[in-house]
């Protein structure tokens, strides 16, 4: 079956680093474009990042020249490498997977906090 696992997810104080991982397994159909969401507490979820399979990426305003995304296209696999985190940064972060012709895939998620 689809599976969609985010990791990486920490406490952190600002100013700190994190890099997260996102892992894609049993999708049949070809993968377009992954990316990272995030949502904080009482808040719709965001758009963070996201990267094709053919390494196009596109970022949040509020995340650029701190952010980065990359991407393993053999592993079906994702990163975020996150600098010069702040207290705005805190949230759930989660993965979403589109392919062509299919439904989007979403993980369960991995948490985010960045203490002041």
């Known amino acids: 079956q689809v599976q969609v696992v985010e990791s990486g997810g920490d406490l952190v104080q600002a100013g700190g680093s994190l890099r997260l991982s996102c892992a894609a397994s049993g999708i049949v159909l070809s993968i377009n474009i992954m990316a990272w969401y995030r949502q904080a507490p009482g808040k719709q979820r965001d758009f963070v990042a996201s990267?094709?399979?053919?390494?196009?990426?596109n970022y949040a305003d509020s995340v650029k020249g701190r952010f980065t995304i990359s991407r393993d296209s053999a592993k079906n696999t994702i990163y975020l490498q996150m600098n010069s985190l702040k207290p705005e940064d805190t949230g759930a972060y989660y993965c979403t997977v589109t392919t062509f012709g299919g439904p989007p895939y979403w993980g369960q998620g991995t948490q985010v906090t960045v203490s002041s």
């Open positions: 990267i094709s399979m053919v390494g196009t990426s």
